[in-house]
Every structure is written in C-alpha cells, then in structure tokens.
T-cell receptor, first 113, second 112 residues
C-alpha cells in the first residue's frame, strides 16, 4: 500500500516554463487536495477535489490549474511559473470528509529562477 | 470555516508531559477537531481527531472541553522526536464544506 505518491521530489524551473506536479493515491479516497508551504510558514490550500470530475479553489488558486479525471490521480499544473511559486507542494487525500484523517505525500520542492 | 487559535511556540523537557492548547470558540456541532504534526523537512502526519469525547491513541490523547470551544493535545512523555509543528484544525462533516484550512500551528521544542 503506497499511500499518497508525489512526483517529482525536486524540480527547478525557469520563469515562464510550465510543468505538472503529479499526485496519486491507491486508497480509493474521494477527497484530494494540494497545499503549498513557503519557508517557515504554514500550509495554504491551493485546490481540492471531492471526486472525479469535481474540483474547486482553495485559499491561493491563482497560477495553478487542476483536473480530476480518475479517483486515483490529481495533477497540479503550473502554466507559467513565477519565482513567487517557489515552495514545497504537498498533496493530501482522505476517505471521508471530516471524519477521516488526511494522508499526505512527501512533497515536491519546486524552485523557480 | 471556523477558525482555530494556537500559541506560536512551546517548550518542554524530555520525558515530561506536554499539553498543546487550541481555541476554537466558533466551532459548530458538526466540526471534528483534527490534530496533525509536521516534523522538520517532512510532510504533515495525522495525530488524532475527535468530535465530543476525549480520545486516546498510541501517539497522544485529545482532551475536548465540555463546551467544545477548546481542546488540548497531550503528549504523555515528550521525546526529542516529538519536536515538530503541531496543527489543530476543524473539519465540518456536513456536505458542501470541504476545505481543510491549516493555520500556522505551534512549534514544539523539546529540551534534552
């Protein structure tokens, strides 16, 4: 049972480049979400999904797109990377909204130069 | 979403109990109280959660005030490995409310 898997672990982008951060879970969780964590700061919610085909915005959605075509996968797309998006990105999932714990991936450390 | 308030930092001596407080005065009847912790350079990990009654598991205990406006995470014997940022968040189980919002948490320092 792999849990929540994030790839890549590290990524360096130049300003203006695009990329997709991958997140997959094998626990059949309906709810998935993306957070970013800037150095020395708490977690901020970017986007979340309550099931395949359903996504919604969190606290800081600008500059990011998501889609949820399957229950297992929830990729996060940066269309045109900016230095302000340098951060550690965490994906999380849970089975039952509220009653069950969130399971987090190990994070992707992104640097935009 | 109901908000939580936690102290920015706390210190504890190794092998002593630690009580981490969380205030949530606007909690609703359908909010679960969740605690997570984040060890240095790692992703957050689940610690414990509850609704009304006190809860125990192998990691910690959760004491919930009778009016549910505050709660306390109890680490019975702090070890150096417990040094982390601890987050208290509220999760509403009603349909239509899906955001897990984390605050800045409490940074726990454990002294040897």
């Amino acid at each position: 049972n792999a849990g929540v898997t994030q790839t890549p672990k590290f990524q360096v982008l130049k300003t203006g480049q695009s990329m997709t951060l991958q997140c997959a879970q094998d626990m059949n969780h309906e709810y998935m979400s993306w957070y970013r964590q800037d150095p020395g700061m708490g977690l901020r919610l970017i986007h979340y999904s309550v099931g395949a085909g359903i996504t919604d915005q969190g606290e800081v959605p600008n500059g990011y797109n998501v889609s949820r075509s399957t229950t297992e996968d929830f990729p996060l797309r940066l269309l045109s990377a900016a230095p302000s998006q340098t951060s550690v990105y965490f994906c999380a999932s849970t089975l039952r909204q509220g009653r069950s714990p969130l399971h987090f991936g190990n994070g992707t450390r992104l640097t935009v130069t | 979403d109901a908000k939580t308030t936690q102290p920015n930092s706390m210190e504890s001596n190794e092998e002593e109990p630690v009580h981490l407080p969380c205030n949530h005065s606007t909690i609703s009847g359908t909010d679960y109280i969740h605690w997570y912790r984040q060890l240095p350079s790692q992703g957050p990990e689940y610690v414990i959660h509850g609704l009304t009654s006190n809860v125990n598991n192998r990691m910690a205990s959760l004491a919930i005030a009778e009016d549910r406006k505050s709660s306390t995470l109890i680490l019975h014997r702090a070890t150096l490995r417990d040094a982390a940022v601890y987050y208290c968040i509220l999760r509403d189980v009603r349909s239509g409310t899906y955001k897990y919002i984390f605050g800045t948490g409490t940074r726990l320092k454990v002294l040897a």
